[in-house]
């Protein structure tokens, strides 16, 4: 099941250029919560930070209180615990190109060291099931790498591989913005489905798809949080009219 993610005074740098200023978010567990903003406003290392990947960046460091559940990310956690809890998707698909659909799926698994082979198929069957491309690769698990499927597959591939470490909570950071229209449409109803087991968090430049698809909605602006509120009442009566300018076009 999915867990309430608490932030609170989060402040992120790369170098010394500080990309987030002071955000405090509660992101509501079983529910999708969207990040908009402009470019280069924060909203991706803010996700970063909530998976401990922000400091993979030379020179880029956070600090301030993440907790994922009971887990508190910046105190003495390793990296390695947070990333079992939290999976990522990108912007961009990234499957392994020379391992196998099925190797793929199974890679985080066997990186923690799981080697049980009958268990193994079951996770992969379920991973794919849930990222809903079981029924178009089932006949070629070990024959097709993960680079001969289409976009929209592979980046389905990479929600069944973030899925197969069974973690509580998956941060989407752009999913569709390289799909098609179709594509997107199955990864939009992807996260309907997802949200009963799992607490979704999807950065997204598009406005019509924050309000598809996300419960709640937190508005990004030069690094900090402008307003975060239930989705409908932010894209139809927001609080700040920078809010408001930029639903409305304004800027962005």
Known sequence: MGVGVHVEHLNAWFGTTQALNNISMEIAANHATAIIGPSGCGKS???R???RMHETVPGARAEGTVRIGDLSIYNGTS??????RVGMVFQKPN???TMSIYDNVAAGLKLNGFRNRRRLDEIVERSLQQSALWDEVKDHLRKKSGASLSGGQQQRLCIARA????PEVLLMDEPASAL?????GKIEELIFQLKENYTIVIVTHNMQQASRVAEFTGFFLLGELIEFDKTEKLFTNPSDKRTEDYITGRFG
């Open 45 to 47: 290392t803010y996700v």
């Open 49 to 51: 930070c909530l998976n």
């Open 79 to 84: 990296a390695t615990q947070v990333r079992r």
């Open 95 to 97: 499957p392994f190109p």
């Open 163 to 166: 899925l197969a470490v069974q």
């Open 180 to 184: 098609d229209p179709i594509s997107t």
